[in-house]
């Protein structure tokens, strides 16, 4: 069975070594330019406190309400 995940992630990195003529210096220049744009910020969601109500159990299935 073909992933086609993997299958679009790989021609995406061929697609974008092809712009840059398989030159490692220019993919490397052009990923760090990407990276200092402002819209690309990490965001660490570690920090952030869980929603205590999206983590309580919910009704089973087949279970009758009252």
């Known amino acids: 069975m073909k992933n086609e995940i ?3 992630v790989w ?3 061929d ?3 092809k712009r840059h003529n398989y030159d490692l ?6 990923l760090q330019e990407m990276e200092r744009h402002p819209l690309s910020a990490i ?3 570690r920090k952030e406190t869980p929603n205590i109500k999206s983590l309580q ?10």
């Open 11 to 13: 021609r995406n990195r």
């Open 43 to 45: 965001v660490d969601r």
């Open 15 to 17: 697609e974008f070594a």
């Open 57 to 66: 159990p919910t009704a089973r299935r087949g279970a009758r309400r009252r």
């Open 6 to 8: 993997l299958s679009e």
């Open 25 to 30: 210096n220019a993919m490397v220049a052009t």
